[in-house]
């Protein structure tokens, strides 16, 4: 009995610091990561919402679903900020050469959700929303929370 209580609590560890600790185990695509570990700069155009999501090769099915969720949320819903570029959404591989240094800015080292708010060519706001998407994204919580907290965002650039 103490030997499957012991097995329980190390399997449960396991899957807990697997995404916790930003080491995710799983596989994603390599066109899918390929195509979006692009470097940007940080020199914004317009005012605007910069979304990104940090990743490392190596992801979870919690961390992908993070991802997804996400993506539909501003597909059907912000469409047309997406369009114009009032709002952005990119994916960053943190093991990537070219993304160290938008990796330390934001103390990424795994799967990070950060919001960066820019206005006037400077960044006004950088919110991480890691801890709330892991506790929520599993939750009829996470679509309303999400809007909710885009929301803020934009208002912020009025």
Not at 3 to 27: P, R, W
Not at 35 to 47: A, G, L, R, S, W
Not at 107 to 115: K, M, Q, S
Request: hydrophobic share 30%; with cysteine.
């Amino acid at each position: 009995m103490k030997t499957i209580k012991i097995l329980s609590i190390l399997t449960l560890s396991s899957l807990l610091f697997s995404c916790a600790g930003n080491k995710e185990e799983g596989s994603t695509s390599t066109e899918q990561s390929d195509k979006q570990e692009t470097t940007k700069t940080n020199v914004p155009i317009k005012d605007h919402l910069a979304i990104y999501d940090f990743h490392n090769e190596h992801r979870c099915v919690t961390c992908v679903a993070i991802e997804d969720a996400t993506k539909e949320i501003l597909h059907k819903y912000y469409q047309k900020q997406l369009d114009d570029g009032t709002i952005t959404f990119d994916l960053y591989n943190c093991e990537a050469e070219e993304n160290q240094d938008l990796v330390e800015e934001y103390g990424a080292f795994g799967t990070t959700l950060a919001f960066t708010v820019f206005k006037d060519g400077e960044k006004l706001e950088m919110r991480d929303l890691t801890n709330w998407a892991f506790e929520t994204i599993n939750t009829d919580e996470f679509e309303p929370g999400m809007k909710e907290e885009i929301q803020i965002s934009l208002d912020k650039l009025k």
